[in-house]
C-alpha cells in the first residue's frame, strides 16, 4: 500500500538537479523542430523511418516503439497543439511522479507505457486495419500513463488543467481519460482513425500495473516539500 504522510521534511534538492522530466520535455520539443524543418526541405524519411506502424513492426523496426513518442504531427497537421497538450500533462504530472519513484524507474515508467501503449494501437490495427491501421506518433500514451500513476501516488490530490474550468481530483481525470479512451474505441470511425485511442488505454493500463507493482514491491512513504509547492519528498520503505 502506499503510505501519504502530511508530516514536512526539509525542502528536495530536485529542483536543483536535473530532471528525466524536463529533458524528456526537451528530446519532445527538439525533436518537433527537427521534424518541421525536415518537412520545410522536403525531406520526409523521418516518419517513414521512426513513426510507429504495422508495417513497420512487420520488417523488424522495434526501434518505432520508442523513436515515434518523441514525434508529433507536423505544423501543417495541427501538430503544435498535439505537441502543447502533452508537454503540459508530462509537465504537470511527471516532476511529482518522478520525485516518487526515482529517475530510473521514471524513465522506465515512460517508455514502458508509450512502448505498450503504442503496440496496443497497432493490435487494433492488425484486426481493424481500416479504423485503426494507420502509423501513429506522439507522446500521448506517455503522458497517459502518467496520468495513471499520479492518480495511484496521490490521489487526494486536485488538479487545474488548463481545458478544464475546475480543479478535479486525480482519479477524475484518470476516470474521464479512461472513458474517452474506451469511447475513442467503441466509435472510431475512419474519419477519426488518427487519434490513437487504443495507445492512450494501453498507456493507462501499463502506469496502473506499473506503479501498483513498485507500490507492493517498496511501499513509497509521500510528504510535501513545502506547503505551497505541487513537489514531493519520498522515503522507500520494504516489507
Known sequence: MLDVKDTMRHPSRFSASWSVTRVVILLN?????????????QLRTLYGELTLSVEGLKHGHLWQLITSQFLHAPIADGGEFQLLANMFLIYLLGQPVEMAIGKRRFLELYLTCGALGSALQMAGGVFWPDRFGVAIMGASASAFGLIAAYAVLFPRRK???????????????????????????????????????????GGLLAGLTMI???????????TPVTQSSGAFATNRTTN
Not at 212 to 222: E, K
Request: proline fraction near 3%; aromatic fraction near 14%.
Open 29 to 41: 520539443v527538439v525533436a518537433f523542430i527537427v521534424q518541421n524543418v525536415s518537412d520545410s526541405l
Open 159 to 201: 488538479l487545474t488543467m488548463f481545458f478544464l474550468p475546475v480543479a478535479v481530483h486525480a482519479w477524475t481525470l484518470f476516470g474521464l481519460a479512461v472513458t474517452i479512451s474506451l469511447s475513442g474505441i467503441l466509435y472510431t470511425t475512419t474519419a477519426t482513425s488518427a487519434i490513437a485511442h487504443y495507445a492512450h488505454l
Open 212 to 222: 501498483c507493482y513498485w507500490a507492493v514491491r517498496a511501499p513509497l512513504v509521500l
